[in-house]
T-cell receptor, first 115, second 108 residues
Framework: DTGVSQNPRHKITKRGQNVTFRCDPISEHNRLYWYRQTLGQGPEFLTYFQNEAQLEKSRLLSDRFSAERPKGSFSTLEIQRTEQGDSAMYLC?????????????FGQGTRLTVV | AQRVTQPEKLLSVFKGAPVELKCNYSYSGSPELFWYVQYSRQRLQLLLRHISRESIKGFTADLNKGETSFHLKKPFAQEEDSAMYYCALGNAGNMLTFGGGTRLMVKP
């Protein structure tokens, strides 16, 4: 599968613990996005990278959330001191910069459950 | 602020019936609109975009700037069309704003 890959697929953690998710985009894609999706809702934008630069962050991304893309390839999303409200599906997407539009290719997501 | 509204959470039709999934948007600039689809146990994927003016799997969507709508239509629904459908608005920053989604169920 040469699409966007996310690991792990599922994560159960206790409240207060830190978690980290990884996203490997399609190899030639410059842009990488993180979205969060809660039950019954559409995905909500969290943050966006162009190569290694983080260009946009949503106000949904509290201080407990941090994302990195150190070499412009894979990205990590870390949540510190998890809360039950963080339980959601975390989606990663990537797109090539040259398409001139915002078509995004999505991974299968990481489902986080905070207990 | 940009917003996308899909008024129907669930749409149930019989096979062969016409389908219209509604989408309204709010955006001050020039909108870039998409329909994404998620089939059972699969990842979210692009169905069509307004800029291409294409028909994919028999689906079409026309951007109506006057009514700020981008409804998705198909004249004859098939069982394999059953899925979650999300309308999305793209901005200059390349982020997507999604609607809440409509679950389409096509009954035999």
């Amino acid at each position: 599968d040469t699409g966007v890959s996310q690991n792990p697929r599922h994560k159960i953690t206790k409240r207060g613990q830190n978690v980290t998710f990884r996203c490997d985009p399609i190899s030639e894609h410059n842009r990488l996005y993180w979205y969060r999706q809660t039950l019954g809702q559409g995905p909500e934008f969290l943050t966006y990278f162009q190569n290694e630069a983080q260009l946009e962050k949503s106000r949904l991304l509290s201080d407990r959330f941090s994302a990195e893309r150190p070499k412009g390839s894979f990205s990590t999303l870390e949540i510190q001191r998890t809360e039950q409200g963080d339980s959601a599906m975390y989606l990663c997407a990537s797109s090539p910069m040259w398409t001139g539009n915002t078509e995004a290719f999505f991974g299968q997501g990481t489902r986080l459950t905070v207990v | 602020a940009q917003r996308v509204t899909q008024p129907e959470k669930l749409l149930s039709v019989f096979k062969g019936a016409p389908v219209e999934l509604k989408c309204n948007y709010s955006y001050s600039g020039s909108p870039e609109l998409f329909w994404y689809v998620q089939y059972s146990r699969q990842r979210l994927q692009l169905l069509l975009r307004h800029i291409s003016r294409e028909s994919i799997k028999g689906f079409t969507a026309d951007l109506n700037k006057g009514e700020t709508s981008f409804h998705l239509k198909k004249p004859f629904a098939q069982e394999e069309d059953s899925a979650m459908y999300y309308c999305a608005l793209g901005n200059a920053g390349n982020m997507l704003t999604f609607g809440g989604g409509t679950r389409l169920m096509v009954k035999p």
